[in-house]
């Protein structure tokens, strides 16, 4: 088992923004199993709140989901630029339903007028009946050929000034080119857990993602990925992350009786509704993600939460009626740090993490998990630990330097 080498302290949180609405219960949704529903809507004063929160605990990032079932993420994001300040937006795309050309212009105008502050997050569609209501009637694996394709040109209009003739399987452009570059170009996250999502990652992104599986299986998964890399001579360029939930709380009872509660909300008929419909999908991650709970077959009314613990503080029971990710890390402060030092060990240095409501949740992370990282001797990126905090001496220094003219400096 490789483990990584190359700042191997270095911890970087993104948080997520739900633009279906909010609630206190796990939400459905996602990956054919039903539309999400939520008690807080997704209006704009509360997705505010919400970049706010995340912004103030010192997330990197939040990503924004794309699909039928939430806003529209390229929108949603543009309208929170200017309430924000440093928090980055890890938008959501779909590659192939409009032109490589439009969304480097996209991504050129929002990194200026967000001084930066853009991720990309490359959901190549792992519906054929969601992609053919967009109008997109590829097959999966066609999908991600194209979409290897239109990072190719996004990635020269990017970062070259000379016009571009490419004519590929399924993208044809001539004389593409912006008519100025971004200052920034965006990293770009990616996600897939088949062969053809495994190569195009490997290839394309800079940041290749996992849904919330055991430590075992995620490391068997990276080195994969790694390798695939190699092969293109990328294994030292691309990072690593991973999707989950969190219920964090000061004790390990606090915490599993929150995911307790949240398992008692669920109806029997409609989790056996979901997971018929999650039986269909055609996504090797979503299908990775029901196996850990057999399809819901350990779930029943009056359950134990216990029961769907799949590995030490990792609770499946959040993909019972979500699609996509659908476990949590739960457990205390100490203990949610601890499985997070153990991932960050295998390789994986971004953390997008979620809870419901994602609002207090947030506030869960930021003032508990973060200082119990803080302790395991993790640096978590835009939280400083205590021994990264200036000193008196040094903090005096910097005023009297700023108390200086810059002219006679």
Known sequence: MTTTTRNDRDVVLHWFLPTYGDSRGIMSGGHGAGDHRGERAATLDYLTQLALAAEQNGFESVLTPTGQWCEESWLVTAALIARTSRLKFLVALRPGLVSPTIIAQQIKTFQDLSGGRLAVNVVVGGEDHEQRSYGDYLSKEERYRRADEVLQVTDHLLHSSEPLDFHGEHVRVEGAQLRNRPQVVPPVYFGGSSRPGIEVA???????????????????????????????GRAEELEYGIRLHVIARDTEEEAWAEAQ??????????????????????????????????????????ADARVLEVSPNLWAGVGLVRGGAGTALVGSHAKV??????????????????????LEEAFAVGE??????????????????????PSHSASADAERDLAVPFLSR
Do not use: C
Request: aromatic share 6%; proline share 6%; charged share 25%.
């Open 202 to 232: 490997a290839r394309r992104s800079d940041v290749y993602l996992t849904w919330g599986e055991p430590p075992e299986k995620v490391a068997e998964k990276i080195e994969r990925v790694r390798a695939e890399a190699a092969a293109v």
């Open 261 to 302: 509660r949240l398992l008692d909300q669920l109806d029997p008929h409609t989790v056996s509704a979901i997971q018929a419909g999650l039986a269909r999908s055609q996504s090797e991650g979503q299908r990775r993600m029901t196996e850990l709970h057999s399809q819901g077959a350990t779930y029943s009314s009056g």
């Open 368 to 389: 508990g998990v973060v200082p119990a990282l803080h302790d395991l001797g993790y640096q978590v990126a835009n939280r400083p630990g205590p021994a990264d905090a």
């Open 337 to 358: 740090a601890q499985r997070i030092a153990e991932y960050r060990d295998l390789g994986l240095k971004h953390f997008i993490l979620s809870g419901y409501p994602h």
